[in-house]
Every structure is written in C-alpha cells, then in structure tokens.
C-alpha cells in the first residue's frame, strides 16, 4: 500500500480546509467581530500543517490503487470533521457540539446545535455554509469518481470503461473532478443571482446559494427558508434543490454537447415520478383531511408542499413551513421520502432513487418469475441488464443501511428520548436529511438538547451514511491490513 498519496490527499484537503477559513475572518474584520483571528490563525495553522504533509509525501506512483481509495476516503472523513470544528472549538463550542456542527455541515446533513442564528456573528454563519458547500463538491465527486471503483452499494453499475483502478485512478478522478467543480461553481453563482432578484440580500443570497446547490440546508435564520415571506424566493429555492438532486454525472455530459444525458438516464425519470407522487398524495392528505382545515385553505399550500417533499427526498432540509402540524399520514410519508434521497452522483442524500429502482424492478422481475417458472427473465435498468453482483450489492447496502438505522434507533432511545425521537433522529442522521420528526427534531427543533453520547451516535450516522456505509466497514476488517 502507497501511503504516499494518501498523505497527499490530506494535505491538500487540510490546506483547502483552511483557506477557506479566510473569507470567514474577512467578513468579520469588515463586520467589527473581534473574534476575526479564531478564523485567521486557525485557517494559516490548517494551510501549515496540510503544506508539511504535501512535503512529507514527496513523490509517488499515480497507479493507485482502490485499498489506497478505502483508506483515504476513510482517514479523510475521521481527520476533515476535526479539523473544521476547530473555530467552533475557540468560539466556546463544546468538542462534542463542535464535531457535531462540522460532521453535519460536511456531510451536508444539516442537523445543528445551535440556536439564535439571527443574531449570530456572520464569520461563524459563513463558515457554516462553506463546510456544506466543500461537503457537496466532494461528496458528488466521490460518488462519480471513487464509489463506482470501489463498488460500493451497486455504484459499479456507473464505472465508466476509461476507468483503470490499477493504472489510471488519481488521473481519472482529477479530471472528473475538475469538470464537476466547474459545473458545480457554476450553478451555485447562478442560484446565489436568483436567489438577490428575487429579493434576497448579498449576504444570505451567497450562503443559502452554497448550502442549496449542497443539498445541505444551513440557513442564517432559525427560520430557515420560512424567513423569507416573497414566493419567489421560495420557487428559486425549490428549482436548485431539484438540480442539486440529480445526477452531476449526466450534466456533465450535456456540457460535452450529449444534451439528452439526463433524459436517457432512469435516475431523473423515476426521481421525478416519486416526487410528483408524495406531492399529490400530500396535498390531497392535507387540503381534504378533517384534522388540517386551519391548514387547507392556505394560498401557499400547493407551493409548501412541493418545497417540503424536495427539501426532505434530496436531504436538503430546508423548512418553509412546519409540516409537523400536518398530521400523522403525511410524517410518515416524510419519514419514507427521508430514506429514499435523490440520484447516485448527486448531492443528495439518502438509500439513492436508483437502489430503489433496481429493488422495485428485481421484486417485480422475481415475481413475474415465480408466475413463470420456465421462462428466463433478467433484471434491466437503463436497457441494460444488470449483473448479479450488482443486484447483491444493492440488496445487502439497502440491508446494511436499515440494520444500522435500527441498531441507532435503540442506543438514541437508551440515552432517555421517546421512541419518535429516537427514530427520527436516527432516521435523519443516516439520510443526512437534518430536521426529523416530532416536537424535538422537528422543523422548527435543534439537537442541542440530546446528550452527548446521543450526539456522538448521530455523527457516527451521519459520516457511514455519507460514506455508503460499506467503506468504513472494509477498512475496519483485519484482512484489509494483511496485505
């Protein structure tokens, strides 16, 4: 194993980590903070110490290979959250609210402690949102470049033919990279635009830009979007979030002139039917259910709930209204759609729209089998049939993802929280959606109350369901390091 380029990744990542700290210590000199220099001294101490092991790594092979990928996006992810937590550390954060804050910006969960954000100093605010936007760009890279290698979860199924794990990786990954970013920094200027016509200032307008093209949700306002009374703020906010749900991958490809990418792709497709399902299901529920009539007659409804349902599918978590006052059929389809999450290769969160795509076609392709014991029948999915290494892949990643929502759903409820707030939280931490259910975690709610074990699980789920759950796992098995 090269360790070499692992040391280099981190670096990198360490000193990227600390000069985007900067701007923060800018905006707090020009806002008459006298706590800048937590941002300043902490961001040059980052970029130092990342700068100390690009040196150490010196020169290596590029031929990397996928256990130097395991490992690296392993270490990145126990090394990264620490070190971004240090201005909430020199801010008086605790070190548990402290990882707790940065482990959700980064995963781009969106979940937080803190409370009084209105009047928040506006470096710790940016910050905030700059974490999410680092954790989006690489959360979508890894997806497209790294997970498919790996074959995690039944990512292979989108490894390109270029991609050569022995010899072309880091060449690969950087190129793709390169081209997301772009596509990535363009979108969140455009969205940041939107968002000042449509009556925004500059200040909120950059930071709910970068947490909306992240999937991620942090707002500058305890009211997150709900802040914002002009409608045309809310239907900017809902079109990014869709973007922001759909496979980069496919976008890239239309930037090359393939301009029916998206469209070919089943990911958009079926995203779309799901979503336009949950919001006619959830309108009828709510406009015609005898429990919201101090609800149904609300002009905005329609538009309320078009944003819920792609606030929470696409992990966003966003609130403009508190859907909790909805009733206990709508929750519930809430708490599925937090599962389901957007397209692979995007920033969305959650099980992925085309797991669940590929599970609906196996359990009706083994159905129609049963019905016909003699005739041949094989799993497609893009027209393509889908090999059996992938089908097991995704039945065990599905397995795996619902084994450890359950297993954090009971140690939440033994540090003394009901049983909604236990599954929710925990159902909100692995799908990296934020808010959850109940009176607690709610829309309007924060997890500043849990204890701080509590808070140590969420984080735990929070960083497996980030990393597809099965990389953390290969690292931790002893034949892993035997090699």
């Known amino acids: 194993m090269q360790l070499q380029p692992i040391l280099s990744a981190l670096g990198t990542l360490l000193m990227l980590t600390g000069a985007a700290m900067l701007p923060c210590a800018v905006v707090d000199v020009f806002t008459g903070i006298e706590t800048w220099g937590v941002f300043g001294l902490t961001g040059f101490l980052l970029i130092g110490l990342g700068g100390i092991l690009n040196i150490a790594s010196g020169k290596y092979s590029p031929r990397t ?18 070190a971004a937590a240090l201005p909430f550390l020199a801010l008086g954060f605790t070190f548990t609210d402290g990882v707790f804050e940065a482990v959700s910006g980064l995963t781009t969960t969106g979940a937080t402690i803190m409370t009084g954000l209105d009047e928040e ?16 760009v690489g959360i979508i ?16 199924l989108f490894k390109a033919e270029s991609s050569d794990v022995s010899g072309r990786f880091l060449p690969r990954v950087a190129e793709i990279a390169k081209q997301i970013v772009w596509l990535y920094v363009g979108l969140t200027v455009l969205c940041g635009i939107c968002y000042m016509i449509a009556g925004m200032n500059l200040f909120d307008a950059v930071n709910h830009a970068m947490t909306t093209m992240a999937a991620g949700g942090y707002s500058t306002s305890d009211q997150s979007m709900g802040k914002f009374a002009d409608s045309r703020i809310i239907e900017v906010c809902i079109v990014f979030m869709f973007i922001a749900g759909l496979p980069f991958g496919s976008m890239v490809l239309m930037m090359h002139g393939r301009y029916l990418s998206l469209w070919k792709d089943p990911q958009p497709r079926f995203f ?11 309108y009828i529920c709510v406009r015609f259910h005898p429990q919201t009539a101090f609800i149904r007659y609300d002009e905005h ?16 978590g966003y609130a403009s209204t ?3 006052q909805w009733g206990s059929l709508p929750e519930l389809i809430f708490f599925t759609l937090m599962f389901l999450g957007g397209c692979a290769g995007s920033a969305a969160c959650g099980i992925n729209i085309f797991r669940i795509d590929i599970l609906c076609r196996t359990i009706w392709t083994y159905t129609r089998q049963m019905l016909s014991p003699n005739r041949v029948l ?24 619902l084994f450890i929502f359950s297993v954090a759903a009971v140690l939440l409820s033994l540090t003394g929280l009901d049983t909604l707030s236990s599954v929710s939280a925990a159902a909100t931490s692995i799908s990296n959606v934020g808010p959850g259910l109940g009176s607690i975690f709610g829309p309007s709610g924060t997890f500043q109350p849990l204890e701080p074990f ?13 990393l597809e759950l099965l990389t953390i796992f290969v690292v931790l098995t002893p034949r892993f390091w035997s090699y």
């Not at 290979?65 to 620490?82: D, S, Y």
């Not at 779309?272 to 959830?282: D, K, N, R, T, W």
């Not at 089908?391 to 990643?397: A, C, D, G, K, R």
């Not at 509590?454 to 980030?466: D, E, N, V």
């Open 454 to 466: 509590a808070k140590w699980i969420c984080s735990a789920c929070m960083i497996l369901g980030r």
């Open 121 to 136: 100093q506006r470096g710790l605010l940016l910050w905030r949102s700059i974490l999410q936007w680092i954790g989006g």
């Open 141 to 156: 890279v890894t997806a497209i470049a790294i997970m498919p290698v790996l074959r995690v979860g039944g990512m292979q």
């Open 272 to 282: 779309f039917a799901v979503c336009a399902a949950a919001v006619i299901i959830l």
């Open 322 to 324: 508190d859907f909790g």
């Open 301 to 316: 409804l329609l538009r309320d709930t078009i944003f819920s349902v792609i606030s929470v599918i696409t992990g966003t």
């Open 378 to 401: 094989i799993v497609r999915y893009g027209g393509q049939p889908v090999r059996d290494e992938v089908l097991i892949s995704v039945m065990i990643f599905i397995f795996l993802y």
């Open 65 to 82: 290979g996928a256990r130097e990928a395991f490992l690296m996006t392993a270490l990145v992810w126990a090394i990264l959250p620490v």
